[in-house]
Nanobody, 128 residues
Framework: QLQLVESGGGLVQPGGSLRLSCTAS????????MGWFRQAPGKEREGILC????????IYTDSVKGRFTISRDNDKKTVYLQINSLEPEDTAVYYC?????????????????????WGQGTQVTVSS
């Protein structure tokens, strides 16, 4: 059974950093597109970054450019989201997602409907 488990969230001060992890089990992650989404209170879930099976990443949210980085270690079956220079506006539940057929696109933003499998989410709170 395909399963994704996020970890690494927490409370951090503005300007701080976090590294979120998403560990996969039950499938060969190498062939899947992996995405990170976030959902702030009262807002819709938004796609942040997508990482294709070819290790090419695509950023969909302008506010995270230069601060968020996605990477993957297929041997460890883990996808990472490195978050630097955190801002209060980054407070949200962060989710990772996987899909065998989705292709990260430079021209079309990813949506929740594009990904079949999801983790349970990890809370990130940025506050002084």
């Amino acid at each position: 059974q395909l399963q994704l488990v996020e970890s690494g969230g927490g409370l951090v001060q503005p300007g701080g950093s976090l590294r979120l992890s998403c560990t996969a089990s039950g499938f060969t992650m190498d062939y899947y597109a992996m995405g990170w989404f976030r959902q702030a209170p009262g807002k819709e879930r938004e796609g942040i970054l997508c990482l294709s099976s070819s290790i090419r990443s695509t950023i969909y949210t302008d506010s995270v450019k230069g601060r968020f980085t996605i990477s993957r270690d297929n041997d460890k079956k883990t996808v990472y989201l490195q978050i630097n220079s955190l801002e209060p506006e980054d407070t949200a539940v962060y989710y990772c997602a996987a899909d065998l057929y989705y292709i990260c696109s430079d021209y079309v933003s990813m949506t929740s409907a594009d990904f079949l499998s999801w983790g349970q989410g990890t809370q990130v709170t940025v506050s002084s």
